[in-house]
């Protein structure tokens, strides 16, 4: 041994290199399969778009979505002098974040391409591949792009709130609205003795000379709190009313919101939470006195349906990072990737990712043909509630156990998955947890006819093609006759409902697609409905064709 290496004690080997970067809509065969079947032949210029923006995402934005969650934002209540700033400052990469983002549509393309078909599933796939980058940054692109139908209802509103929304870029300067070259739009629903009960809300809105509102109270949680405008809901003397509160004011002075401090959350670190509390601060009515909740009822199912985008493209992005490690790693003598067990569990994995994305631009094409066609508008009501509810609710389960094909590095802070993992809890909290969302789609089913009806009219289009499938929508049908003790068995029915849409939207999906696709759809049923696995990913029966669906679940660049 020389001097010069008496020191050197081993040889980094058998260690995957970092994952490169890739386009994450063109070396996507899973996303393109699920996305392109739902969209028209007139939408294949939006090509280009997906294409740019995948490249964007998988690369430049990566880096950032990494940095914007290393520097959380901090709260400057003041300035040097003492004056009152309710400043939240943030990381410059956060800025990238969403500067791209609004540049390449993901706020907006359902509003720029309002009535073009498919306009709502090309949007989704820009908010997939965005999430994938980075989760923090989607929550005020999901509110500012929900918040479209409700601000409709602003008679009173400017008109530049609603056009610089719609087709304005990223500006984070601290201005007017009418001075700024794009606005976002945050919510402020919740209160403290309130959560999903919000008629319990007690922040109050009395009417102005001038037709404005003087907003007194407080939000529990307040989001995203440097957007220039909030939707909120306060009792006016007609009762529980939708309001529009600016941050700034058009004479250039702060509004009367006041942050009490950030909210220290588990994940979600690169964009703010708030406590705030309103001293008269200004706001203009949404609508009519006392019609709050029927106003935001636009907005739940485009948030919801952002839910669904966010968690299913969670669980494709942990995904990737399982199948790029295991293919580059040994143990015992094979490659990971081709050891049985762990072939199961990539296959398992694949299957629900797939099911989850299925589901998801499936409801994307209800909420984008909702407004001229009925079916479609039923089943965009119900739906929501029960993706919103079943895929948000596997996300965390999925996650980890990705994570533990890692081993100790898929722990360790400098891989991406911890952070996928705080991650993974948000949506099913957020815009109602589990038990709101089910008992929605009660209210839906009890109050809706036309609901149930739309929902068995969409299961039967796949009648036939796998006898699990069958079986399971003559128990389900027979579930939902059953009207005693509803409420205790909503979570049940829920579940069970989602499982039967996922595998509809799988086996019409692999009508016109490979063969991967079909094994997918097969193995979903067997496994999901037929019982033909456990309670815990990677229990698959061993006559599943493992590697043909571990091939789609891969991104070329990690071949």
């Known amino acids: ?91 410059p990469s956060y800025h990238a974040l969403m500067e791209s983002a609004m540049q390449h549509n993901v706020h907006n393309y359902s509003w720029t391409h309002e009535g073009v078909k498919g306009a709502h599933t090309v949007r989704a796939a820009l908010m997939y591949m965005h999430y994938q980058a980075e989760s923090g940054t989607s929550c005020p692109l999901t509110m500012t792009h929900a918040a479209i139908p409700a601000m409709r209802y602003g008679a009173n509103l400017p008109p530049y709130y609603l056009d610089k929304t719609i087709n304005g870029v990223y500006d984070p300067r601290s201005l007017p609205a009418s001075q700024k070259h794009g606005l976002t739009i945050g919510m402020g629903m919740t209160e403290k003795q309130g959560g999903s009960d919000v008629r319990r809300n007690t922040t109050t809105a009395v009417k102005q000379a001038d037709g404005s509102y003087h907003i007194v109270g407080h939000k529990f949680f307040f989001s995203a709190p440097m957007c220039d405008a ?62 709050g909740v029927p106003v935001i009822i636009d907005m739940v199912s485009l948030t919801r349906l952002d839910c669904m985008i966010g968690s299913s493209a969670l669980m494709r992005q942990s995904l990737v990072h399982a199948l790029h490690h295991v293919s580059h790693r040994d143990a015992f003598g094979k490659t990971l990737v081709n ?108 109050k809706e006819p036309n609901v149930k009806e739309a929902l068995f009219t969409e299961l039967k289009t796949q009648a036939g093609k796998n006898k699990h499938y069958d079986i399971h929508l003559s128990k389900l049908f027979d579930e939902l006759s059953n009207t005693q003790n509803m409420e205790m068995r909503s979570r049940y029915l829920t579940e069970q409902m989602a499982l039967a849409l996922q595998a509809c939207s799988l ?53």
């Not at 296959?347 to 001229?372: G, P, Y």
């Open 230 to 291: 909030h939707l909120i809901l306060a009792q006016a003397e007609g009762g529980l009313s939708c309001f529009l509160l600016p941050r700034m004011l058009e004479n250039g002075e702060l509004n009367n919101v006041r942050i009490q401090r950030l909210k220290d959350k588990l994940g979600d670190w690169s964009n703010a939470s708030s406590e705030v509390e309103f001293q008269e601060a200004t706001a203009y009515l949404i609508g009519e006195e006392g019609r």
């Open 507 to 559: 086996l019409a999906t692999s009508i016109d697609n490979d063969n991967a696709l079909i094994d997918i759809a097969h193995t979903f049923c067997e496994s999901r409905l037929g019982n033909g696995s456990g309670f815990a990913l990677g229990t698959l029966p061993d006559t599943t064709p493992f590697e043909r669906i571990i091939a789609l679940g891969r991104v070329s660049s990690t071949n």
């Open 339 to 446: 050891q049985p067990l762990m072939q199961n569990v990539l296959a398992d994995l694949t299957i629900e990712c797939a099911a989850a994305t299925a589901l998801t631009m499936r409801v994307a094409k209800a909420v984008d043909s909702a407004s001229n066609n009925n079916h479609e508008a039923a089943l965009a009501r119900l739906a929501t509630a029960i993706g919103k509810y079943w895929i948000c609710k596997r996300t965390p389960m999925f996650v980890n156990e990705a994570q533990e094909c890692l081993g100790g590095i898929g722990y360790v802070e400098e891989n991406p998955m911890p952070r996928y993992y705080r991650q993974a809890p948000l949506n099913s909290i957020w815009e109602g947890s589990g038990n709101v969302q089910c008992l929605d789609v009660l209210r839906a089913l009890a």
């Open 1 to 91: 041994m020389t001097s010069s290496n008496r020191f050197v004690t081993h040889v980094v080997e058998n260690q995957p290199t970092i994952l490169a970067p890739y386009n994450l809509w063109r070396n996507d065969a899973l996303l393109r399969l699920l996305v392109n079947h739902h969209l028209p032949s007139s939408h294949q210029h939006d090509e280009g778009l997906l294409d740019q923006y995948g490249q964007l995402a998988g690369d430049t934005l990566m880096g950032h979505g990494e940095l914007a969650n290393k520097n959380k934002p901090t709260l400057h209540t003041f300035d040097r002098y003492g004056r009152r700033t309710d400043n939240v400052e943030f990381h």
